[in-house]
């Protein structure tokens, strides 16, 4: 079995990120929108936690 890059995956959950700040800012008041890349924001949050938590074991 391969080791995940654990920089690449990283990188990946950054890029996730932003592009969900970027739809929230450009969504300029459409609450469907705004809604959805918060809850892509809270899961990037824990996608972070969890890449964390492997580069420290």
Do not use: F
Request: include cysteine; hydrophobic fraction near 45%; charged fraction near 35%.
């Amino acid at each position: 079995m391969d080791t995940p890059d654990l920089q690449e995956l990283d990188k990946l959950i950054k890029e996730l990120e932003k592009t969900a700040n970027a739809l929230i800012k450009k969504a300029r008041g459409i609450q469907a929108i705004e809604r959805n890349a918060d809850r892509i924001l809270a899961s990037t949050k824990m996608l972070k936690l969890n890449v964390c938590d492997l580069i420290l074991e």
